[in-house]
């Protein structure tokens, strides 16, 4: 089993839908949770950053970390063109331990 | 967010060329950056780990010999591709990790590298 596992898609949604974009994971010890949003040929920029379990807003978009299911979501609402893109989710445990990427989610909103 | 600064952006060099990639911090002290690869619609391979006046740590599979990693400075460290090949060409990417942000990596913009 992977470290973290997340669905590659593509995931085609129209234009002002709610998109669920989710990572599972198996490392009982990771605390810090991340969402990179990664546009073609250009490097990831952090949206989201969560420690430990709870919910986190920001605009359109809404982390979640459930840690007892060892799941973690970001959801995108009135998605628009522009969000169309690469998720990442990413995390990891404390101290110096590197982050764990997941594969990324390729999303396409369509106007 | 923090910014880090990478160039060149693309570059496209011959075969057996040595191509050096720039990433700076600008606007905080980088203990520690990191070097991706990506290839066409992959993931992030993480390729070595640079620390700050200490020499680089390797991923398994990567030859130190191919890509000379120096952290001279917190603020800037460069990946220098030797004696380049076509299989070299994908694109690169940095990070530097904040540590007082509990270890969040801020990404530089990428270099895509084509060796002919």
């Known amino acids: 089993q992977k470290e973290v596992e997340q669905d590659p898609g593509p995931l085609s949604v129209p234009e002002g839908a709610i998109v669920s974009l989710n990572c599972t994971y198996s490392n009982s010890a990771f605390q810090y949770f991340m969402w990179y949003r990664q546009y073609s040929r250009k490097g990831p920029e952090l949206l989201m950053y969560?420690?430990?379990?709870g919910n986190k807003e920001d605009g359109r978009f809404t982390a979640q970390v459930d840690k007892s299911s060892k799941y973690i979501s970001l959801f995108i609402r009135d998605s628009q063109p522009s969000d169309s893109a690469t998720y990442l989710c990413a995390m990891s445990g404390s101290g110096n331990t590197p982050l764990v990427f997941g594969k990324g989610t390729r999303l396409s909103v369509i106007a | 967010g923090a910014v880090v600064s990478q160039h060149p952006s693309w570059v496209i060099c011959k075969s057996g060329t040595s191509v050096k990639i720039e990433c700076r911090s600008l606007?905080?002290?980088?203990?520690?950056m990191f070097w991706y690869r990506q290839f066409p619609k992959q993931s992030l391979m993480l390729m070595a780990t640079s620390n700050e006046g200490s020499k680089a740590t390797y991923e398994q599979g990567v030859e130190k010999d191919k890509f000379l990693i120096n952290h001279a400075s917190l603020t800037l460290s460069t990946l220098t591709v030797t004696s380049a090949h076509p299989e070299d060409s994908s694109f690169y990417i940095c990070s530097s990790e904040f540590r007082d942000k509990n270890n969040i990596q801020y990404f530089g913009a990428g270099t895509r590298l084509s060796v002919l």
């Open positions: 969560t420690y430990s379990s």
């Open positions: 606007d905080f002290q980088a203990t520690t």
